[in-house]
C-alpha cells in the first residue's frame, strides 16, 4: 500500500514538475519574442510569399490550393507552406501581426515537443527541459522565427519533431499503424521543406543512442561485435521514398532560377565555404554575435588556411566522437546530428547567394545543444556533486541567451532597422544595401536610396536587383534616359527578365513612343504569360488607339490573372462607360 502510495506521490511531482517547465518554457519564449507581432513585413522573400503573391492573398480556394500543389513558385515544391500562409490571409488578412504570430505559434509547439522527445528517450528531465529551452531562446533561432517568409523552417520542423514523436512510439509498439504516422509525418515535413530529407538518417542515429536499438560502437572492430545496423537500415527503407520524391521536386524547381553553375560557384570555392560554414555555426552556437539576415558569399576570397583549419577542427570532432562512442554517444550523435541535417543547405549544391543562413541552423544546432547539455552534466559531476552548481550555470546561460535573442528579434522590427544591422556586422554586403534602399525609397528618401543602390552595385556590379532599383529611382526622378540604360543594362545580363522589358515600356510609354512600347509589353509576356501589368498597360494604350474591344480584353485577362488588380478592374469600368457612351 506504502509503495503504492510513494509510486503516485512521484507520478503526480514528476507531472507537476512537467507542467511548470513547459509553462517556462512558454513564458520565456513569449517574453522574448511577443515583440515580433508588432513587426513589419520585410522586403526580402516576404513579398515572394505573402504581399505581392495573388495566390496567396486568394486564401483558401479551389484554385489557390491546386496552385500550392502544382508550383515551383519560390524555386521549391512546399504546398504545406504555402496553404500555411493562405490561412492566414483567411484569418488576418494583410496583417502582419497574425502572420508572424503563427510563426510564433509554431515555434514554441517545437519547443515543447522536442522537451518531450528527450525526456521519453532519457527520462533526463531536466537536462531534456534545458534542451528545449536553448533552441527557444537561443539567438541563431530568431531569424527562422521572426521572419514570416521563414516559415517553412517553423512548419518543417514542427512535422519533423511529429516524426521523431511518432518513431518513439513505434519502437515502444512496433506495428504497420505506429509506422505509418512516421511516414506520413515525413511527407508532410518534406511538403513544408526539404531540409527533412536527412530525418531517417538522425531516426537511425537516435537508435544508437538514447533508444539503444543499435548493437553498434564505432570504435571496435565489425569481428568483434554483434551488430543489428542492416536491419535497422532496413526498417528506414519505404522512408526513402518520401525523401527522393521531395528531392528530385527541389533539384526541378530550383535549377532554372535558384541554382548556380559551377562557372559562378566553383566547386572547391563551394567546399571551402561549406567546410568554413560548419565552423562558423559551432562558433555562433557558442558566441551569437554579429548575426545578419544575409551573410555575403566571398568566393575566391576564402582562405584556403580557413578552409584547411575547417577540415583538421571537423575531422579531429569526428574522430573524438568515434573513440569516445562507447562512454558518451551523446557526442557521436550530437556531432553528426548537426554536420548530417545540415548538409542538405551546405552549399555544395549552390541555390542563392548567401554563403551561409542563420535559419539553416534551425534543427541542426539541436545536435550542438545535445553535446553541451548532456556533456557539461557528465563534466560538472566530475567537479561537484552538488546540484546547485549545475543549475545556476545553467540559468546563467538561458539569461544571456534570453537578453541576446530579445535584442536580435528587436533589429527584425522593420527593414531599416534589419538592413542597417546586416551592413553594421558584415561587410561588403550589397544585397543589404540594396534593399535598405528599397526601404528608404519606399520612404520618400530618394537620394539615400540612390545611395545604397550605387554602394550595392560597387560591390556587385552585376547585381540585378540594384541595377533595376536605381532604374525605377531614374523613372520617379523623371530621368528617363538614365532609367532606359538601366533597365536595358539589366537585360543584357538576364534576357529573360520580363519585368525589365515592362519597365522600358513604361519608359516608352511615357515619351508617347506607344509602338515601342507595346513591343516591350508584349516580349514581356512572351517571357512570362501571368505577368498581369503588362497587360494592363497593353489594354491602356490600345484605348488611347481606340481599338476599345480590345483594350477590353487585356483589362480582362490581367484582371484573371490577378483577381486583386485594382488598377487593372478601374480602368476596365473607365473603358465600360467609354464603350457604353459610344453605343449611346
Given at each position: ?269 563551394r567546399i571551402a565555404n561549406a567546410l568554413i560554414s560548419c565552423i562558423s555555426y559551432i562558433g555562433k552556437s557558442i558566441w551569437p554575435s554579429r ?58 549544391i549552390q541555390a542563392g547567394d548567401q554563403a551561409m543562413a542563420d535559419r539553416y541552423t534551425y534543427i541542426p544546432l539541436t545536435g550542438i545543444f ?119 543594362k539589366a537585360i543584357v545580363i538576364n534576357p529573360e527578365d520580363f519585368d525589365a522589358y515592362y519597365r522600358i515600356g513604361r519608359i516608352m510609354e ?75
Open positions: 500500500m506504502k509503495n503504492n502510495s510513494k509510486t503516485k506521490h512521484n507520478f503526480l511531482r514528476n507531472r507537476r514538475q512537467e507542467i511548470i517547465i513547459c509553462l517556462v518554457l512558454i513564458t520565456a519564449t513569449l517574453a522574448v519574442y511577443w515583440q515580433i507581432t508588432n513587426h513589419e513585413f520585410i522586403n526580402y522573400d516576404d513579398g515572394l510569399y505573402v504581399t505581392e503573391n495573388f495566390h496567396v492573398q486568394a486564401g483558401l480556394t479551389f484554385e489557390s490550393i491546386k496552385w500550392a500543389f502544382t508550383t515551383f513558385h519560390a524555386s521549391n515544391w512546399h504546398p504545406l507552406t504555402w496553404l500555411s500562409h493562405m490561412l492566414d490571409i483567411e484569418l488576418y488578412g494583410l496583417n502582419p501581426m497574425g502572420h508572424h504570430w503563427t510563426n510564433l505559434q509554431f515555434h514554441i509547439a517545437n519547443t515543447l515537443l522536442l522537451f518531450f522527445i528527450f525526456f521519453k528517450m532519457t527520462g533526463a528531465l531536466w537536462r531534456s527541459a534545458f534542451v528545449a529551452a536553448l533552441f527557444a531562446l537561443h539567438p541563431l533561432h530568431v531569424e527562422s522565427v521572426a521572419w514570416v517568409a521563414e516559415r517553412k523552417d517553423v512548419l518543417s520542423a514542427f512535422f519533423g519533431m511529429l516524426t521523431i514523436s511518432a518513431y518513439i512510439i513505434y519502437v515502444k509498439k512496433r506495428s504497420l499503424l505506429t509506422y505509418s504516422f512516421v511516414f506520413i509525418f515525413l511527407s508532410l515535413g518534406l511538403m513544408a521543406k526539404p531540409m527533412l530529407v536527412t530525418l531517417p538518417f538522425v531516426l537511425l542515429l537516435l537508435d544508437f543512442w538514447p533508444l539503444n536499438r543499435l548493437n553498434f560502437a564505432l570504435n571496435q572492430p565489425s569481428a568483434s561485435q554483434n551488430s543489428n545496423l542492416i536491419p535497422l537500415i532496413l526498417e528506414k527503407t519505404p522512408l526513402i521514398v518520401p525523401v527522393v520524391i521531395s528531392s528530385v521536386l527541389t533539384i526541378i524547381a530550383q535549377q532554372s532560377v535558384a541554382l548556380k553553375t559551377l562557372e559562378s560557384f566553383p566547386l572547391q570555392t548575426l545578419s539576415i544575409f551573410y555575403p558569399y566571398q568566393g575566391d576570397f576564402i582562405s584556403l588556411w580557413y578552409a584547411s583549419g575547417a577540415v583538421l577542427m571537423i575531422a579531429s570532432s569526428l574522430f573524438i566522437a568515434v573513440i569516445t562512442s562507447k562512454k558518451y554517444p551523446y557526442i557521436t550523435v550530437g556531432l553528426l546530428w548537426f554536420l548530417v541535417t545540415l548538409l542538405p543547405v551546405i552549399g555544395i545535445i553535446i553541451f547539455t548532456w556533456g557539461g552534466s557528465d563534466l560538472l559531476k566530475k567537479w561537484t556533486n552538488k546540484k546547485i552548481v549545475p543549475a545556476i550555470l545553467a540559468i546563467s546561460v538561458l539569461l544571456v541567451l534570453t537578453a541576446q535573442s530579445f535584442l536580435q528579434a528587436t533589429l527584425w522590427k522593420n527593414n531599416i532597422t534589419l538592413f542597417e544591422n546586416a551592413i553594421k556586422v558584415t561587410e561588403n554586403n550589397w544585397l543589404a544595401h540594396n534593399n535598405l534602399g528599397i526601404a528608404l525609397f519606399g520612404e520618400g528618401k530618394f537620394d539615400k536610396a540612390i545611395y545604397h543602390y550605387k554602394k550595392a552595385l560597387n560591390i556587385k556590379p552585376d547585381s540585378v536587383g540594384a541595377i533595376k532599383n536605381l532604374g525605377a529611382a531614374m523613372f520617379d526622378k523623371g530621368n528617363l534616359k538614365d532609367a532606359f540604360q538601366y533597365f536595358n511615357r515619351q508617347g513612343k506607344f509602338n515601342e512600347a507595346m513591343r516591350n509589353f508584349a516580349e514581356a509576356i512572351q517571357i512570362n504569360p501571368d505577368y498581369a501589368p503588362a497587360y494592363n498597360e497593353m489594354g491602356i494604350i490600345l484605348a488611347q488607339k481606340g481599338k476599345l474591344q480590345k483594350s477590353n480584353d487585356f483589362f480582362l485577362k490581367a484582371i484573371q490573372i490577378e483577381p486583386d488588380f485594382k488598377e487593372a478592374r478601374d480602368n476596365l469600368l473607365i473603358l465600360k462607360r467609354l464603350m457604353q457612351q459610344d453605343e449611346k
